[in-house]
Nanobody, 119 residues
Framework: QVQLVESGGGLVQAGGSLRLSCAASGITFGINAMGWWRQAPVKQRELVADITSGGSINLADSVKGRFTISRDNAKNTVYLQMNSLKPEDTAVYYC?????????????WGQGTQVTVSS
């Protein structure tokens, strides 16, 4: 099993910045991608950004140029630096890690951290 512990959410004014951290513990061997998803009220959960163990990055179009994802493999930790925040970035942000399993993969999720951007 893998446990994911998130930190860094909060309330910020539009144009401000926040940094989210997610540390993985437990059986972390074989973890490939780690990243962040978000879910706003009455909306589906969507991918914000993820990064593989090899450093390949995938960013949602809505956050390109504003958010940066990075990873410390030695610490099994992934970071999301969020700049120029907008009210539409308000959501619960969930850390995700996945491990290949057969033809698919196993997903692990954190508890979520609230990010609120006021206008």
């Amino acid at each position: 099993q893998v446990q994911l512990v998130e930190s860094g959410g909060g309330l910020v004014q539009a144009g401000g910045s926040l940094r989210l951290s997610c540390a993985a513990s437990g059986i972390t061997f074989g973890i490939n991608a780690m990243g962040w998803w978000r879910q706003a009220p009455v909306k589906q959960r969507e991918l914000v950004a993820d990064i593989t163990s090899g450093g390949s990055i995938n960013l949602a179009d809505s956050v390109k140029g504003r958010f940066t994802i990075s990873r410390d493999n030695a610490k099994n930790t992934v970071y999301l630096q969020m700049n120029s925040l907008k009210p539409e970035d308000t959501a619960v942000y969930y850390c995700n890690a996945n491990r290949p399993a057969g033809m698919g993969r196993i997903n692990y999720w954190g508890q979520g951290t609230q990010v609120t951007v006021s206008s």
